[in-house]
């Protein structure tokens, strides 16, 4: 088992910034891509925003390339999200994803979320 723990979330107001952590624990050896995932109150599902592999190859969504960076720390076991210039969009929840591999078995896991409020 993997465990996720999200801090960081938070209330600012359009073109701030917030700094997002996800902390694992359990079978770390077995993560390999970490990833950030949102969920708008109007949304039925998690929609993808970054990820970060072990060696350290990002990807974004289109709508956060240029403000959000995802980054990670295998000594700490830690996941993190710098968000700039934040706007009413990226209001939602957001979650912590990891991949873990151990033998044929590939499993993911998620953390509780953390609430991130943009507004006016």
């Known amino acids: 088992q993997v465990h996720l723990v999200e801090r960081g979330g938070g209330s600012v107001h359009p073109g701030g910034s917030l700094s997002l952590s996800c902390e694992a624990s359990?079978?770390?050896?077995?993560?390999?891509?970490m990833a950030w995932y949102r969920q708008r109150a109007e949304d039925d599902q998690r929609n993808y925003v970054a990820y970060v592999t072990r060696a350290g190859t990002t990807d974004y969504r289109d709508s956060v390339k240029g403000r959000f960076t995802v980054s990670r720390d295998n000594a700490r076991n830690a996941l993190y999200l710098q968000m700039n210039n934040l706007k009413s969009d990226d209001t939602g929840t957001y979650f912590c994803n990891v991949e873990t591999i151990n033998g044929n078995s590939k499993v993911d896991y998620w953390g509780q979320g953390t609430q991130v409020t943009v507004s006016s």
């Open positions: 359990g079978n770390t050896d077995s993560i390999r891509t």
